[in-house]
């Protein structure tokens, strides 16, 4: 089955603990993206790639960082989490590529509280 | 990438089509109209993209207007899952391959 996976789904951790959000996909995409949503500010777009190794900043990069190692897997890095990051994140992939327009496919969801 | 306006909800009793519209006045001959819905904070679900011609799938069908300032998502026989915020994005392809949500429509599928 097409999917993209999420790991953890739920996650209660306290500023300054480093944490990694993973994301895979099985659909042979190069593009993936991260999302963040928030109540009445909707979702916003935190960090893209086009390909393997090749990464660049969404709307709201600040705090995060990412990885592209392998073409199924972007994981989003919170070196230091602060309670702002609070938030709902998807992952999401898609065929899209500079050229041409797809629809994209997003995770379940992670759940972040950072107290 | 064009602003698009839909209304903030609506309702719709269960089996009964479902028709979600959507304004995008400014759209360029290069933008597609894309619909996505988020059920109760799930990941956002594709649903059906259009340029110029009417499509179908098996989830919905896509009504866009000759002059593509306005199109309305359809869904055919509406079912309680179906509640869910629905989101009229329009784009062209991009180096960012971003997607712009707005605030969509809350369908309530009603028995």
Same mark, same amino acid.
């Given at each position: 089955?097409?999917?993209?996976?999420q790991?953890p789904?739920?996650?209660?951790?306290?500023?300054?603990?480093k944490l990694?959000?993973?994301?895979?996909?099985n659909m042979n995409?190069?593009y993936? $993206?991260w +999302?963040?949503q928030?109540p009445g500010?909707?979702?916003?777009?935190i960090? %893209?790639?086009?390909?393997?190794?090749?990464?660049?900043k969404?709307d709201?990069?600040e705090?995060?960082?990412?990885?592209?190692?392998?073409k199924?897997n972007?994981?989003?890095?919170?070196e230091?989490?602060?309670p702002?990051q609070? $938030?709902? +994140?998807?992952?999401?992939s898609?065929?899209?590529?500079g050229?041409l327009? %797809?629809?994209?496919?997003?995770g379940?969801?992670?759940?972040?509280?950072v107290? | 990438?064009?602003k698009?306006?839909?209304?903030t909800?609506m309702?719709?009793?269960e089996?009964?089509a479902?028709n979600?519209p959507?304004?995008h006045?400014?759209?360029s001959g290069?933008?597609?109209?894309?619909?996505?819905?988020?059920?109760?904070?799930q990941g956002p679900?594709y649903i059906?993209?259009g340029?110029?011609?009417?499509?179908?799938n098996?989830m919905?069908?896509l009504?866009?207007?000759?002059?593509r300032?306005?199109s309305?998502?359809?869904l055919?026989?509406a079912?309680?899952?179906?509640?869910?915020?629905y989101?009229?994005?329009?784009?062209?392809?991009?180096?960012?391959?971003?997607?712009i949500?707005?605030?969509?429509?809350t369908?309530?599928v009603?028995p």
């Open positions: 089955e097409a999917q993209v996976t790991n789904r739920y996650l209660i951790t306290v500023t300054g603990k990694t959000v993973t994301c895979s996909q995409h190069e993936m $993206s +999302y963040r928030d500010l909707g979702l916003r777009q960090y %893209y790639s086009m390909n393997v190794e090749v990464t660049d969404g709201v990069p705090g995060y960082k990412v990885s592209r190692k392998e199924r972007f994981p989003l890095i919170l230091s989490p602060s702002n609070t $938030s709902l +994140y998807f992952c999401a898609s065929a899209e590529t050229g327009s %797809y629809e994209q496919y997003f379940p969801g992670t759940r972040l509280t107290t | 990438d064009a698009t306006t839909q209304p909800s309702d719709c009793a089996g009964r479902a979600l959507c304004n006045s400014t759209i290069n933008e597609y109209v894309y619909w996505y819905r988020q059920i109760h904070s679900q059906i993209h340029l110029k011609n009417n499509e179908t098996e919905a069908s009504i866009i207007t000759e002059d300032k306005s309305t998502l359809i055919p026989h079912t309680l899952r179906d509640t869910a915020v989101y009229c994005i329009v784009r062209r392809s991009s180096n960012t391959g971003k997607l949500f707005g605030q969509g429509t369908l309530q009603k």
